[in-house]
């Protein structure tokens, strides 16, 4: 008798610990934010640090696993005759390695808390060169296409059940032909040179982002 009821004790907690599960299952939930990143450690010859803003929005499929949908717009001098312009849309897919029931069950106290991930990706490029300056036969630009894989670590510091504040760095690879700028400080001439073929020249991205909860697609709370 005693070990069926030990059975039957353990088999009910189970079921509990399951239920809560299901309760707290963030899988479905869709939020949208606003970022701002900065470019740092460029593949470009001369080029300083880049700054640009961004938007983002993220569909979790697990307790464990979630998604980055983003654009940015990012500008950068190249010292001081070009002016390089970055825009990136693409895709990140977040793991979450602390993934228990702590971590995405939301009482009434709820406090603020770290959820630390793992990202890696893919993103769609284009890129534009263009002189500060223009010479004598016209305006000078280059620009390209280019497909780019990136992979890092980041945070999110949950402020609210539905709002958190997301810290990410993370490194880029581009995927594509790649453009380089010849200047002569003497005589003041500029050059474009692309090199055609696959380049695997990249930078070091570092985004902080503002995120809020606005809806649940499936997998909704029990009652």
């Known amino acids: 008798m005693k070990l069926i009821f030990l059975f039957l004790m353990s088999f009910l907690a189970l079921q509990v610990n399951a239920q809560e599960q299901r309760m707290f299952n963030p899988a479905g939930m ?12 460029n593949d470009h010859k001369n080029e300083m640090t880049g700054t640009g803003i961004g938007g983002q929005f993220r569909l979790r499929f697990s307790d464990a696993v979630n ?111 790649h453009i380089e700028t010849d200047y002569d400080f003497t005589t003041g001439a500029l050059s474009f040179n692309e090199h055609k073929g696959a380049s695997l020249a990249g930078h070091v991205l570092v985004t902080l982002s503002l995120n809020y909860k606005i809806a649940k697609l499936w997998g909704f709370t029990r009652r």
């Not at 869709?30 to 450690?41: D, E, N």
Request: proline fraction near 6%; glycine fraction near 8%.
């Open 30 to 41: 869709l939020s949208l934010g606003g970022r701002t990143t900065v470019s740092l450690f």
């Open 67 to 177: 998604t980055d949908w983003f654009f940015d717009y990012i500008t950068s001098d190249i010292l001081n005759y070009a002016h390089r312009t970055d825009y990136h849309i693409g895709w990140s897919v977040l793991f979450y390695p602390i993934n228990h029931l702590a971590y995405f069950h939301q009482p009434k106290d709820f406090k603020p808390k770290f959820r630390p991930y793992i990202l890696a990706g893919h993103c769609f490029d284009y890129s534009k060169i263009e002189a500060k300056v223009s010479p004598l036969d016209g305006p000078m630009s280059a620009e390209r296409w280019s497909s780019a894989v990136q992979a890092g670590l980041g945070t999110h510091l949950e402020l609210s059940p539905r709002f958190d504040i997301s810290l990410t760095g993370q490194y880029m690879i581009h995927l594509g032909n």
